[in-house]
């Protein structure tokens, strides 16, 4: 599949057009992986952790079993590889991986694979669950951007669930946290809503590909997202939503926050599966409590009860379930919410470049040198010529 | 002191109305003592531990410090003793104790003491802080029934906090749990009220003495639960509640609670006073939250946070936080509340008799005798010559 694919011009200029850079094969190849796999695929996953995403493609689609290992465990990985391919070789038709990334190229998407600047290390944590690769339009580098909180819920939301989501994503995004969710109706659009409206980002996983608007309802919101945020999938373009694609979706969402909130949730809401992936991953895990007489919290209260989430009740709350401390101070005193996210990617034990600083924040390097210039003058960070530093509280000025 | 108040016939035969049994000089030094010594007085506590009521009367009026320990450690109790002294004396007036008793025949109440059947067991986990006796109007046994459950929160209570509460309240009530509270506007009105309006029983603990309604609005409802439920005070008949005499009293609504919930309350809550106490002495403690955005729900919410309160939203909830199984039949399935309460008093392990049943209970020996012979037709329970035993449900019928 790989010759057919790498021969077609139109091809090759898509995926240069979805990734620059020389490993072309690579991107194709994990491309590829994207259309016949489905999400969260561990046999895949090992496969290409094994041989790497071409070797694996031809493992996968051609009968070519003389690398697995001999006795039981040959055995084993020979029966996972072969039923993976009777999964695969119906899904492995080249014009279908073509069409992908055409229109990826079409709606400006970018794949975003593992080893790339914007690959979030914390996806890695998910080991033969982790994606193949990310399709993600909008700004890629918000993805390695730091805080990010994971904030879901009900999409049948209460108006109580409504305001408070709005009311904690506000706040977190308005002093620099990116915003996680999924792009769904009740809190998940309540916390995109209220990350653009303070200005803030705010990354929006789809169960489908990222070129279809799911829920259609939210299309203008999506748009938006993929312009001032991210939306990112990992089912190519042209890929519908199922029930399978939002539960793999789901622990992405959980995966990639360094904290996950549940703001409301009924007894079975799918979000409880997000917070299960959370608590899986060793993510800090917290639960907005609400009124014991509404059916719309009892998840949150099932959460805190039996898997031990924390009580948030507000946005210092949160933040101190990354362990980040609350200074204490409000947006207005710090005069420019880029400060906090500016100081949340820098260091107090190591250097760091600008761009560096850039990378981690997801803040122009521009604006980096201006808050950084800033800040120095404040005393809150020190420079050296190995770098700029963040002063511990006891030394700041 | 003590002559002149056994020299009184009056006295003495108040005494015998609020204590009936032989030790008279006991119960009456007993009762002095709670004139004297403010509730929760460690060194009137430790003196009375040492010496027994009469002599440790005796030890505080006179200076008899003969039976003090050598050295640095009788340094200190002897100071502590001078102190005590100090504070003891001024109230050591036998016309204040005649009025005290006097009182308290008037109203009807009785003085409980450690070592009678109704004295409960759990207050001795306070130490030195236990009380010297107790105050008691209406049903003495309710103090050794079981489960007895300690419902508080704000005075200044929501809408909803007012209804959780009744629900919680009724709910476990009617199923037989003894509800336990402060008798004050708010949340303990509601699980009071809700306790006897199910037909079940509840326990008021004042700060000041038992023949005063405090707070007044609610005189009617304290003169109910002095009728068909218990109101208990530490200080004697006459006494004035103070700051002082809310906060002890509030640690024996912790210690007499087999657990604690706390419904609803803000965030420099008293009840807080009272959830603490329940936490140092190791009972269970719940807590119920409520909507993030009401202030008379954050001390719940810290609760929930920062003493590992268990969050509670139901009554089977409330239930498991003593360890009790909800077997998940209503009361209508049951037939009758008090049998939850009967089977609750029995155990699995050892043999009771039916007044001791009873006692435990705190229904009547005919009634338990009724419900007895019902529940051995059902297989619940055994009986042998020495009593009755409730069954393992492994081996019910």
């Known amino acids: 599949m790989m010759e057919e694919l790498l021969d077609d011009a139109g091809t090759v200029a898509a995926a240069r057009l979805v990734h ?32 790497g995403p071409e070797e694996a493609l031809s493992a996968a689609l051609d009968e070519t079993g003389s690398l697995l290992p001999p006795g039981e465990r040959g055995r084993h990985a020979s029966r996972a590889l072969a039923e993976g391919r009777a999964r695969w070789r119906p899904r492995a038709v080249p014009e279908t991986v073509r069409q992908a990334l055409r229109s990826a190229a079409d709606v400006g998407a970018r794949l975003v694979v593992p080893g790339d600047d914007q690959w979030p290390a914390a996806l890695d944590d998910l080991g033969p669950h982790a994606p193949v690769a990310l399709w993600v339009r909008g700004r890629v580098e918000l993805l390695v951007a730091s805080p990010r909180v994971s904030m879901v819920g009900a999409r049948a939301a209460s108006g109580y669930g409504e305001h408070v989501a709005a009311e904690l994503a ?34 929006a996983f789809l169960a489908g590909g990222v070129d279809r608007a799911y829920p259609v309802g939210h299309r203008r919101l999506l748009q938006q997202i993929a312009v001032e945020g991210a939306v990112v999938s990992e089912p190519p373009c042209g890929t519908a939503p199922t029930k399978w694609r939002f539960l793999a979706r789901n622990r992405l969402i959980a995966a990639l926050g360094q904290a996950t909130v549940v703001v409301e949730a009924g007894w079975r809401s799918g979000s409880l599966n997000t917070a299960g992936h959370a608590a899986t991953l060793g993510r800090p895990l917290g639960a907005v409590p609400g009124p014991v007489t509404s059916a719309s919290s009892a998840g949150c209260h099932r959460l805190l009860r039996e898997y031990d989430a924390q009580c948030v009740t507000s946005a210092a709350e949160v933040r101190e379930l990354w362990g980040q401390l609350d200074d204490s101070r409000s947006p207005d005193e710090t005069g420019d919410p880029n400060r ?32 950084l210039g800033l800040l120095h003058l404040e005393g809150d960070v020190s420079l050296a010529e190995s770098g700029w530093q963040r002063l511990p509280s006891s030394q700041r000025g």
């Open 20 to 51: 620059p850079g020389d490993e072309v094969a690579e991107y194709v190849a994990r491309a590829a992986w994207t259309v016949i796999a489905e999400p969260g695929d561990a046999v895949a996953g090992a496969l290409i952790e094994a041989l």
């Open 170 to 203: 506000g706040d977190l995004a308005a002093a620099g946290a990116v915003i996680v969710s999924g792009g769904a109706y009740g809190i998940d659009g309540a916390v995109h809503r209220a990350a653009l409206g303070v200005g803030g980002t705010t990354i």
């Open 340 to 371: 906090t996210r500016l100081l949340d990617a820098m260091s107090t034990r190591s250097r760091l470049s600008v761009e560096e600083i850039a990378r981690r924040s997801g803040l122009s390097p521009d604006r980096v040198r201006s808050l």
